[in-house]
């Protein structure tokens, strides 16, 4: 079975400073692997993705994340973090499981940045 | 292009009634999938379709059940609501080809079980 971990709850961190968000995932075959963000009152908005190619995607709003194949991770990552950034981020794998592509999603982060 | 669109917005339901929630697909994606996010539990799939075959189902019981029509609209049912079933269910639209996959997600209905 595939799955995806979110191993924090929550992530504070300093207006201005680099962010990350962690994700690892288990998955049998190859996988595609997604970052999504959910503001306060608004739907699940696409971030960014892997597919294949270059294991450092750059995705929407200055963020990127880079596809570690040995270590199993997709971290996000953000240069320097804005106080809008905050907002609920979910980390999901797309893979093949039982003969169909299956989608699951982490529990998802809870991003703070502090002013 | 317009987003993907979910009616109804709001629901509430008793125990044991039935509810049907709609969704529509950004124009030209024909995959659609169906999700429950609960405050508990996070983000857990129900179902997907394309081209009107359900081709992926989670770990829900049969009383939730879905449907895609021919124009890519997809509909999800569940019958005997239970308090449980208390839920923001989203459903997302997609290309599903080999350079796509992302989906894009509805507003959601919430759905409120008394």
């Known amino acids: 079975a595939q799955s995806v971990a979110q191993p924090e709850d929550q992530v504070n961190v300093a207006e201005g400073n680099p962010l990350t968000v962690k994700c690892t995932y288990s998955v049998s075959g190859n996988p595609y692997l997604f970052w999504y963000v959910q503001y306060p009152n608004r739907g699940l908005q696409f971030l960014l993705k892997?597919?294949?190619?270059?294991?450092l995607v750059k995705g929407s709003y200055g963020f990127e994340a880079e596809f570690n194949k040995s270590q199993t991770s997709f971290h996000l990552k953000k240069p320097s973090a804005l106080v809008s950034d905050s907002a609920l981020y979910f980390c999901?794998?797309?893979?093949?499981?039982?003969?169909?592509?299956?989608?699951?999603f982490g529990t998802g982060t809870k991003l703070q940045v502090i002013p | 292009k317009a987003g993907v669109t979910q009616t109804p917005r709001y629901l509430i339901k008793t125990r044991g009634q039935q509810v049907t929630l709609s969704c529509s697909p950004i124009s030209g994606h024909r995959s659609v999938s169906w999700y429950q996010q609960t405050p508990g539990q996070g983000l857990q799939f129900l179902f997907e379709?394309?081209?009107?075959?359900?081709?992926n189902k989670g770990n829900f019981p049969g009383r939730f059940s879905g449907r895609q029509f021919s124009n890519s609209r997809s509909e999800m049912n569940v019958s005997t609501l239970e308090l449980g079933d208390s839920a923001l269910y989203l459903c997302?639209?997609?290309?599903?080809?080999?350079?796509?996959?992302?989906?894009?997600f509805g507003p959601g209905t919430r759905l409120t079980v008394t």
């Open positions: 892997y597919i294949t190619g270059d294991n």
């Open positions: 379709y394309f081209s009107e075959t359900q081709r």
């Open positions: 999901a794998v797309r893979a093949l499981s039982g003969g169909y592509q299956k989608v699951t």
């Open positions: 997302a639209s997609s290309l599903v080809d080999q350079s796509s996959y992302e989906q894009y």
